[in-house]
């Protein structure tokens, strides 16, 4: 029989006499006289436990307006606790952190009990089975250290975050039910690997505090319909969620893998699972990548087998790819983030690429290796200048739908390059995948080979690139499009040279279909270049802020084509307007955005050349070039 029920059966035998003659009385208010009794008979009372003894003598009252007066026993059975059930013998080495016996049988009495439990501080030993029905709270400095058994709690917990409660439990060995306490927080467990895995298999929502995890090997987060979150901060340790990977993992283990890793089948797959607000830390040597392939470096993040899921406020620091990204489906990066302060060593190259997205083969029977993925405000804080061969972004192969908005990059050899072909190097059939990509706003700042590459596509592509900015501080090429079959659209942007010697705004190389509308090249050596291409249309805009400018447009080989520049500059900018060689036939024209003054010669005379000099009126028909005409 509860306590409770022992006072109710009592009557006013199970209360102080000043009770019974005042159950009334409220805090502020005089006691009724109290008859005296033996001071012999009641130290026995006193002394003993039952209705009507021990505390059940003692009155108590809130000292706040309205209160009621209460017995002790009363009071104290609103708070049943584990000690209540735990031998008065045992209770201080408890306390102490020195009890040594299994406790496991006093726990399963303090949960038939059915009662709402209080663990106090102190250290708990269980080697049995316990489960409680009804909530527990955890007081601080509470430690529940397992040596076997299983504990449930099938009425949830409540516990201070940032204090560890359960020493040696994983998610084999305890239960907590997730609709009880749907967020749970990391350190309970640990602050390693296991604690964190732990968290995030119980909970809903598993919660990192604003501190160092340090971990020996790779973090799986695999759990659908979960959330993971980090209180942010900086990867450099001010303040926020670190994971940190140390020891002989660092060569060649991701810091943390999110997903199954599942290709096969979608249902397999980490299904809405959320991570934001983790930094990611690879503190060790790194085992670079032997293969000769960008993609087979280590990453930070590897994510595969993730479905209707996002990736938000995260930051990666060391690791040569921050995120690798394949086998995904309909799955969003948001503001996520890195940096590399130094390269790797090994005599093989670090191939340092902050986003690597694609694979070598389609996934879940799809044409694409990531289906749907958007990668939204993201960026690179930029790798070592020890690697010469650094990327932003790099899609490659099996690409699938794939939209980039508002990248963000500076200081690297290459912005955004996308790489359509397979593992040998060979252009992928059009209906074996979709290389559909749209790169839109983004900035691309201090590029020193090409802001913007794509090449290798096959006929089936589809790609478009709106509204970006490029600023190349190398002697190379703003944008780069090589041996592209599908559709290929430069839609505005403004890209920008601060160098002189060869630098190209656009360089087109054995494509077809490429369409550059409103891009602004500006102080480029040429501003458009085209070569063994046809079916272009090309209407740039094209300006140099000084002298000493090739063409404006140069064309070698190019056919069936459309081109109507706008070229403008101080006089004498450009050596020609639209420069092409014999080659170049069945194309048109137009030069009516060509200004005069820009352009050397007199009239604008080499708004269109040849080898052989100035197209002339005389000259129109030739090679089926016509100039002033776009049809």
């Not at 998610?171 to 609709?179: F, G, L, N, Q, V």
């Not at 980090?230 to 140390?246: D, K, N, P």
């Amino acid at each position: 029989m509860k306590r409770r029920s022992f006072l109710a059966s009592a009557g006013a035998a199970g209360i102080p006499a000043a009770l019974a003659q005042s159950s009334s009385m409220v805090a502020g208010t005089q006691a009724s006289p109290v008859t005296p009794i033996n001071e012999s008979e009641l130290s026995q009372a006193l002394a003993q436990p039952g209705p009507g003894r021990g505390a059940g003598l003692v009155a108590w009252v809130r000292g706040k307006a309205g209160a009621m007066a209460r017995t002790v026993a009363d009071v104290l059975d609103d708070t049943p606790t584990v000690m209540d059930f735990v031998p008065f013998a045992e209770r201080a080495k408890v306390r102490e952190g020195e009890s040594q016996i299994d406790l496991s049988a006093f726990f399963r009495a303090a949960a038939a009990s059915d009662l709402p439990m209080v663990v106090p501080a102190g250290t708990y030993r269980l080697g049995g089975d316990v489960r409680f029905t009804q909530p527990v709270r955890f007081m601080p400095g509470a430690r529940i250290e397992r040596s076997g058994g299983r504990i449930e709690f099938a009425a949830g917990i409540d516990a201070a975050p940032g204090r560890q409660v359960f020493f040696g439990y994983d998610s084999a060995s305890i239960a907590i039910d997730p609709k009880a306490t749907p967020e749970g927080w990391v350190d309970w467990f640990g602050t390693d690997a296991d604690a964190i895995e732990t968290c995030h298999r119980i909970f809903h929502v598993a919660r990192l505090g604003p501190r160092d995890y340090t971990v020996s090997r790779t973090v799986m987060l695999d759990r659908s319909h979960r959330m993971v979150v980090g209180s942010r901060g900086s990867a450099e340790g001010a303040g926020g969620t670190r994971i940190i990977l140390a020891g002989p993992a660092t060569a060649s283990s991701p810091v943390v893998q999110l997903g199954t890793g599942e290709r096969s089948k979608v249902l397999s797959c980490a299904r809405r699972l959320n991570v934001s607000g983790i930094n990611t830390v690879r503190d060790g040597a790194i085992r670079t990548a032997s293969s000769g392939r960008r993609e087979d470096a280590v990453p930070g993040w590897n994510i595969a087998g993730w479905y209707e899921s996002r990736i938000e406020d995260c930051f990666d620091f060391g690791s040569p790819i921050h995120y690798k990204v394949d086998a995904t489906v309909a799955c969003t990066l948001l503001r996520c983030g890195g940096v590399r302060p130094k390269a790797g060593g090994g005599g093989a190259p670090d191939f340092y690429t902050a986003f690597c997205i694609g694979g070598h083969s389609p996934s879940f029977g799809f044409i694409g290796a990531n289906a749907s993925l958007s990668v939204e405000h993201c960026s690179t804080a930029g790798g070592s200048a020890g690697d010469a061969s650094r990327v932003g972004m790099y899609l490659y192969g099996y690409i699938g739908d794939t939209w980039v908005e508002k990248f963000e990059m500076s200081q690297l050899e290459f912005g955004i390059y996308v790489d359509g072909a397979d593992r040998q190097g060979h252009t992928i059939g059009a209906y074996s995948a979709h290389q559909d990509v749209r790169v839109n706003d983004c900035i691309l700042d201090a590029v020193r080979t090409a802001c913007l590459t794509f090449r290798n596509l096959n006929e089936g592509a589809g790609i478009q690139a709106r509204g970006n900015y490029g600023a190349m501080a190398g002697g190379g090429d703003g944008i780069v499009v090589e041996n592209c079959a599908g559709m290929v659209t430069i839609d505005g942007g403004d890209f920008i040279s601060s160098k002189r010697g060869g630098t190209r705004g656009i360089r087109i190389t054995r494509s077809s279909g490429v369409q550059v509308r409103g891009l602004a090249c500006r102080d480029f050596d040429v501003g458009v270049s085209a070569e063994n291409s046809k079916l272009l249309h090309l209407t740039p805009l094209v300006r140099r802020s000084g002298g000493g400018g090739r063409s404006a447009v140069e064309l070698k080989g190019v056919a069936q084509s459309t081109v109507a520049p706008m070229v403008s500059g101080p006089k004498g900018a450009w050596n020609a307007g639209v420069s092409l060689d014999a080659a170049t036939s069945d194309s048109s024209f137009g030069l009516t955005g060509i200004g005069d003054d820009a352009v050397e010669g007199q009239g604008g005379a080499r708004k269109l050349v040849d080898a052989a000099g100035p197209v002339t009126a005389q000259r129109f028909g030739k090679a089926n070039v016509r100039s002033g005409l776009v049809d």
